[in-house]
Each structure stands twice: as C-alpha cells, then as structure tokens.
C-alpha cells in the first residue's frame, strides 16, 4: 500500500483514495445541488487529510450519502485514520458504539454542517497498522460486533468489482443503498476507482425525483438489494425511459429465479445488462458474480469467483450429495477478522478464509448455487428444518414469504394475502416439512419486514410469533420494555396486528394524537423519552434503559401540554370561568407543527397524500357527524355548518354558525397543503427545501394577513385564508434544522402577531409565548398524574370542542364551574366511546404499511379544538 511521506511513521492508506486528483477535471460527484470534480474533491479531500493530521486515531464516521459525509471518508482512508462507519439515520446505534470504541474523532452532521469532534490529539487506542475500515454485520442495531477491514481489502475489492463490471470512467452510478452499508459503500470506492461519476443521493428508488437526478446526471447504474425491486415495480420501472444505462446491479440476499430471469429479459429488450451478486461484509463486499448471458438461463445460481478469488466446499454430514457442502471462500479481500472490544483494534489478521454458513452446490457448468443456510436451520420436534427451502417452496406456490424459527415454532411472514389462507399455507408448510400444524404461525402482513438495507429482517419475523400477554378485562397494556412488549404497545395503542422491530410510529400511521397516548406510554417504560423515538425503529428503542431508581418526575412533549391546555382554556372562556384567550391560534400552528412531522416524511408521495386525506377525513368526519346529529334536535346551525363551509356560505346574523371556524379552517388549510402536495413538482420542492418551501407560504399568508388582497365580492375573508400563516409558520418550526433557521421563524411569529387582535395584546402575548416553547422547549418537566391528564386532554380535545357547545349550557344557570367540568369529562368520555367502538370495526388492509390498519382508531386526529371570538 502507498505510504504519504507527511503522514506518520509505519502508516498506510488506501491508493483509490490518494489518486482522485489524477483524475482531473471529471465529473467525480454529482448531487441536487451540482457537480464536484475529481480536482475539487481531491482539494478538499487533501484539507480534511491534513485536519485530521498525521497521527493515526480512530474516526468514527456518521454515515450519509452526502458529499461532507464522502470527503471525511476518503480523508480518513488517504491519511491512514482507521474509519468506524455507522448508521447516520439511527442515533441509538451511533451512540452505543460511541460507548463502546470510544473514538478519538467522531464526525457527524449538526444542522446543516459537518463536524469533526476531536476528542484528544493522540489516540487512546493501540490501532494495528493494516486497519482501515470497521462495519457492522447488524444493520442499524448497535452490536459492538464489527468486521476489521485493511487497506488491501478494500483496494482489492473495489479492483475486483471495477474488472468484472468493466465500470469505465465515463459511468455513472447513482447511490441507491446507504453508505455504511458495504454494498453500498462498495459501488462507492469501484467508482471512484476508475475515475467514474456517482449520482449522491438519499433518494428512493420510489421517488419521482430521484429518476429525474439520475436522468439529467446520465446515469449508467445503480445496485438493489431485493427490496428495491419491489420498489422498482411499485415505480414502473419497466416502463421508464433511461436511454444511457448501462447495468443493474443486485446483491444483498437471495433474488427469486423467475425475477432475476424477468430483469434479465427486461434489460435484454432496453440494452442494459444484469449483474446478480453475492457477498458478506467480512469479505468486504463482493465474493460472486452471475454473468450477465447466464441470468435467463440460470437465474437461480449465485455465479463463480470475483476475479482474485476462489471457492471450496466443506463436506457436512448433514448434506452428503457430491459437490455440495458450506461455502468456503479465500481472496485478498477477506477480513482480517472480527473486533468486540477497543483492545481488538490492536489486533492483526486473525482470518485466512471465510466459512459463509451458505450451503452450495457446484453444477455440471462451474457455476455455484447458493442451496441453503447452515446456520439458519432449527430443529423443530426433531425435525432438522431450513427456512430457505420452506420460502422457495412457498414462492413455488405463488406465496412471497419470509420465514424463521426456534426450537418450539417456525414462524412464517407472508405479503399480499388474505386471513382466509393463512390455514392453507399452514397446511401446506406442516406436510411439507412433516410438522405438526400447531408448530407453523403463519402471519399475514401487508409488508414483509426489512432492516434499512432492505434485506429480510428475519429476527422481526420470530416476534411475530412471540405469545402475547394474556388481556385483563379492563384491557391493559403490556408491561415491560423488551422488544417484544414494546411491539405491543404499539399494536394496541395504534391498534394495529402483526407490528415487528423493523416498525417506527410514523411507519406504522401513528398520528398527533396517538402521538400522544404512545409518548406516555413509552416514557412510563423507558423511563424517559428517546430523542426523535417516532421516526425510530422500535428495535432500537430498546438500547434506552429504565433510571436506577424508580422517580415519578416524568417529561411532557411540549406539543401535547399546549394542546391540553389550549382545550382548557378555551372551553373555561367559552363558559366564562376565567378569560384565557388565544389557544386555538396556538392549536393552528401546533397543526403546521404536527402535519410537517407526522406527513411529510420519507415516503414516496402517493404514500404521504393518501396518509394526509386519512388524516383529514378523520378530523371532517366526526365533525360532520356529530353537527348533522344537532341539526337534528334544533336550529342552531345550517347545511353551511354541516358542510364546513359557514366561513364561506354561512349567514352572517347567525352567532352560533361561527362555533366551528376552527375546525373548518383547519380542514380547508389541510385540504389546500394536500392538493398541492399531490403535484409532482411541489412534492420535490418540498423534499428539497423542507424548511424554506413552509416559511415561503407563511410569507403568502401574510398578504391576507394583513389586509394587502382580498376576494372578489367578498367583505371578509374566509377564516382558513387570514390565519393560514400561523399553520405555515408551525409547519416551518418543524423543519427548522438549526438554531438560525429555529431564530427566524420564531422571530417572524415574534413579528406578526402583535396588531393581529387590535386591542388585546394578552392574547397576542399567550399566542407568541406557545409559539416560542413549540420553538425552543421540545419537553416540559412533569409528574406522571399530570402526564395523565393531559395525556387525555389532549387526545379527547376533538370531541370536547365538539361538544362542549351543548354540554355546558345545560348546567351552566346551576354552576359555571360544575358546567366546565361536565363539559370536559362528557368530551372525554364520548372519545372513549367512540374509540371503542371503532376498534369493533373490520380491520382494512393498507397498502404501503407492514400490518393491517383501522381506518378510525380510537380518537387520533391531526389535532383536537380551537375557537375564534371568544378564545
């Protein structure tokens, strides 16, 4: 290996990594933002070389396909820095392996910058002189357990790929698979290796937008993992136009024959060739290739040796066929072994050849084929079973499925399927493997489970089938904060079935008012609550662990305290028990707040709008229910009620008809942020600048706001259009990334509410001081009672506001105060009603989540009350 003569004594590094300026003016990288050449990305490559000096430490670095993340990994590898690469998009794993190795440098992203932590000058590890690179072979979930790469591994790996791939410098490939990720990563360093371009992104497959980068960058590749075919017919990728590629790469678990041999014909007819692959992390990525003229033929074999390579079989006396045996590989790309402690790093090659655990064949042809998994067999009642052959057979029957097993059941995910055959694929898996039936759980998902890379995630599919605490009769929740209890939790709070590991909140449908039940909830277990825990995988809340000492001092999402509050001060001021006005301004930026967090996430558009319209319906739908149901008993309101429309038909001399003005504005706001998220080039505006396209429309909220247009024919105007930039100006807080972008929005609400209620500058004041907490207090300290109560203050806030117009006035000439009481417990009450009821409704399959959903649960809305006048 190439040694730098400023680095220091005895110190190695990866020659890919120092030779990017021989590149020159080429297009190294292109991302949304332009294009770097390789001269522009040596340059800076040299300088953060040269930050991190030429005393060897241990860098970890939090991975991320962006060009910040990119530079420091390849300064790390000229400079001879040992790399710890983790998961950027999973915080509990980056900080149990902080804990762990305990790195002299961490890298990471804070706000919208990078960061090099230097902890100390000089490393406090003994670090081996061949050590380059540390992966994980666990995903995301944090295992100290990690593969020790060197500096030849990774140089003759990427030489291997780029030879078999014939990558030529005038490709381009676009990153399609994360950066910690060694198949990723791999695409990453053969590329550069031959002075390629990559394509830098985060973008699905799924996304609109990303086929638009990929097209105007004139991509030649890009790899999946087999979930990414999924999402590659979900797209209609068949159908797409991409006139400069080249090849597809697959890899990262078992392709189904009849897909590959599909794939293969469709690029055959385009004039793209398919790559199918196999590899593991200790061999630095890639130890097999299929060539493409085999892929129709023989779709099903895993290929023969990357160049540099071999194979050989280990006879096992479970499999005595001839020419069958483990998978033994040899090459320079072999690990150097594995490290579980800081003291490991220390260590030299511990690893000459690589035992796989895959159990294969070598055909008549040379190929190998890829038969079975030593070390995924169970043995089940006696029986020696393996969970590859049983989802073949299953996929021999037109059956997706994942399976896996214990000593007591063999648990089987299928996708796509109807309850009704579950009792046949029961049957069916029982004969085939001479099972009794009781021993087959057959669970039907919308979903199989995947781990961030997309492979299977097979440790999810043994939850399934862990037994459920038996219910009490008043229906409690399971204790404990196991994976398995937490899996649960989220069932029965989003009453959802079959929840895995792999599922976060807001993957599973989880809104802003179970938001609030699950908070609660889960700070109760874990005893506190993790930092962004509803966009984390429940597997990975598990790494927070319960205090020392049991203490009743508990937090309180801010968000939720403002709602609850806001529906008590509002209903005490419509009552006249005290005059607290402006919750209901506050409750309409908490709905920007909310609908940025829960709606605007990674998935691809359709998936967001239909969640959005979902959201929707479950706010306009109640209300219309319960005001038809008034309609009914007496004249208080009209059709224009009814319809939501009294802002915009209703008659003016009818006080009672502007009881709802929130709930109406809030419905129009959303239906409006909706419609234009449908269109393609908002939904990619959006994803592009999330923070600045919602501080844009505040400042269009402004133009109502303050009087500067107005409609025509019309006096006043309607209620969703003067207060539209508060829910705008929520929306922004949620995006703000860093403490400037936190400033400016909280100085633009700071700026625009005072003259809004001319002569009642409290309101205004209570309005601005919610406002700044949302901003800046993300938790209040709190009691476990007081979460409580709020807890069911807020979640039922919909169905007081509703109610409490006819609720009050009946005990109102008796008592104010009783009045108030009456009016919150009979809202809280009906909430729970009307929770348990729809909770007796059929379950409905959706489409793009990994269980079964209720259309209405429980009383889950995008949030709960809101007034004008009197508030």
């Known amino acids: 290996m190439t040694v730098l003569p400023d680095l220091f004594?005895?110190?190695?590094?990866?020659?890919?990594?120092?030779?990017?300026?021989?590149?020159?003016?080429?297009?190294?990288?292109?991302?949304?933002?332009?294009?770097?050449?390789?001269a522009q990305l040596a340059a800076r490559v040299d300088a953060t070389a040269r930050r991190l000096g030429a005393e060897r430490r241990l860098v970890l670095l939090v991975g991320a396909?962006?060009?910040?993340?990119?530079?420091?990994?390849?300064?790390?590898?000229?400079?001879?820095?040992?790399?710890?690469?983790?998961?950027?998009?999973?915080?509990?794993?980056?900080?149990?392996?902080?804990?762990?190795?305990?790195?002299?440098?961490?890298?990471?992203?804070?706000?919208?910058?990078?960061?090099?932590?230097?902890?100390?000058?000089v490393s406090a590890h003994t670090l081996h002189a061949d050590l380059a690179l540390l992966l994980s072979t666990s995903g995301s979930t944090g295992s100290p357990k990690l593969v020790r790469l060197s500096h030849e591994n990774l140089q003759s790996n990427a030489e291997s790929i780029?030879?078999?791939?014939?990558?030529?410098d005038a490709d381009r490939a676009a990153t399609t698979l994360p950066m910690h990720y060694c198949y990723g990563l791999s695409v990453i360093h053969s590329h550069l290796l031959r002075g390629a371009g990559l394509i830098l992104t985060d973008l699905s497959v799924a996304d609109s937008c990303f086929w638009e980068l990929f097209r105007t960058g004139r991509g030649t590749t890009f790899a999946g993992v087999p979930y990414t075919f999924d999402l590659l017919d979900r797209a209609g990728f068949a159908d797409m136009e991409l006139p400069h590629l080249r090849y597809v790469t697959q890899a990262g678990g078992r392709l189904a024959p009849e897909r590959v041999r599909r794939y293969a014909g469709l690029g055959h007819t385009a004039g793209w060739e398919l790559f199918v692959m196999y590899g593991q992390t200790e061999a630095t990525a890639r130890m097999a290739y299929l060539p493409p003229e085999f892929a129709e033929t023989r779709p099903e074999a895993a290929g023969i040796p990357v160049p540099g390579g071999s194979f050989r079989l280990q006879p096992l006396p479970d499999w005595p066929e001839e020419d069958t045996g483990e998978l033994v590989y040899a090459g320079p790309n072999v690990m150097l072994g594995y490290a579980h402690t800081p003291q490991d790093l220390a260590l030299g090659r511990t690893t000459t050849e690589l035992h796989t655990g895959d159990i294969a064949r070598l055909t008549p042809g040379g190929l190998y084929e890829i038969v079975g998994r030593h070390s995924r067999f169970v043995k089940i009642f006696g029986l020696r079973i393996d969970p590859a052959q049983v989802e073949a057979m299953l996929t021999r029957h037109g059956v997706t499925a994942l399976c896996a097993g214990d000593d007591e059941v063999l648990a089987i995910a299928v996708a796509g399927a109807r309850e009704a055959d579950a009792r046949r694929i029961r049957r069916l898996v029982a004969d085939e493997c001479g099972l009794p039936t009781r021993a087959v759980h057959v669970h039907i998902v919308a979903d199989l489970p995947r781990l961030p890379t997309g492979k299977p995630d097979y440790r999810a599919v043994r939850a399934l089938s862990r037994p459920a605490?038996?219910?009490?009769?008043?229906?409690?929740?399971?204790?404990?904060?196991?994976?398995?209890?937490?899996?649960?939790?989220?069932?029965?709070?989003?009453?959802r079935a079959n929840v895995t590991e792999d599922g976060s909140f807001v993957s599973l449908g989880g809104d802003s008012l179970s938001y609030v039940e699950m908070s609660l909830h889960l700070e109760e277990r874990l005893g506190h609550l993790p930092a962004n825990w509803h966009t984390t995988p429940i597997r990975d809340l598990r790494a927070s662990e319960p205090p020392a000492r049991p203490s009743r001092t508990r937090v309180l999402e801010t968000s939720v305290a403002l709602r609850a509050l806001a529906i008590f001060c509002i209903v005490g001021s419509h009552i006249h028990v005290f005059g607290i006005k402006g919750g209901a301004h506050i409750l309409l930026a908490v709905a920007g707040y909310n609908f940025a967090r829960f709606h605007l996430t990674t998935a691809d558009r359709r998936e967001r709008v239909r969640r959005a319209w979902a959201s929707i319906a479950r706010v306009a739908v109640p209300s219309m229910t319960w005001i038809g149901f008034i309609l009914l008993l007496n004249d208080d309101y009209t059709l224009a009620n009814l319809f939501l429309l009294d802002s915009v038909f209703g008659p003016e001399d009818l006080k009672t008809g502007m009881h709802f003005w929130f709930i109406e504005a809030l419905v129009h706001i959303l239906i409006v942020a909706v419609t234009l998220l449908c269109l393609p080039i908002v939904d990619r505006m959006e994803r592009r600048f999330p923070y600045a396209l919602p501080l844009g429309l505040a400042g269009l909220g402004l133009l109502t706001r303050y009087d500067l247009v107005g409609l025509p024919g019309r006096t006043e105007m309607p209620d969703a259009v003067t207060v539209f930039w508060l829910f705008a100006l929520g929306w922004a807080a949620a995006k703000a990334g860093s403490v400037r972008q936190r400033l400016l929005v909280t100085v633009s609400a700071l700026a625009t509410v005072p003259g809004f209620f001319s002569g009642d500058p409290g309101r205004e004041v209570i309005i601005m001081a919610g406002f700044a907490l949302l901003v800046w207090v993300p938790t209040l300290p709190s009691r476990e009672r007081v979460n409580q109560v709020a807890g069911l203050l807020a979640t039922s806030s919909l169905y007081i506001y509703l109610t409490h117009w006819q609720i009050f006035p009946l005990i109102d000439g008796f008592s104010r105060h009783l009045a108030f009481l009456a009016a919150l417990l009979f809202g809280i009450a009906y909430a729970a009603g009307v929770s348990r009821l729809l909770k007796l409704l059929p379950a409905l399959p959706s489409p793009a989540s990994s269980a079964y959903r209720r259309p209405y649960t429980g009383v889950r809305r995008l949030l709960g009350s809101g007034s004008r006048t009197p508030s």
């Open 65 to 121: 396909n962006t060009l910040d993340a990119l530079v420091i990994h390849l300064a790390a590898l000229a400079a001879g820095h040992p790399v710890l690469l983790v998961p950027g998009d999973h915080p509990e794993a980056v900080q149990s392996l902080i804990d762990v190795y305990d790195p002299d440098v961490v890298a990471h992203p804070d706000g919208g910058a990078w960061v090099l932590d230097e902890r100390r000058p």
């Open 162 to 168: 780029a030879q078999y791939l014939d990558i030529r």
């Open 469 to 495: 605490p038996a219910a009490s009769p008043g229906h409690t929740l399971p204790p404990g904060n196991s994976p398995g209890d937490l899996c649960l939790l989220y069932a029965e709070v989003l009453d």
């Open 9 to 38: 004594p005895g110190t190695t590094s990866v020659p890919f990594a120092l030779g990017l300026a021989a590149h020159g003016d080429r297009t190294a990288v292109i991302t949304a933002d332009g294009r770097v050449s390789y």
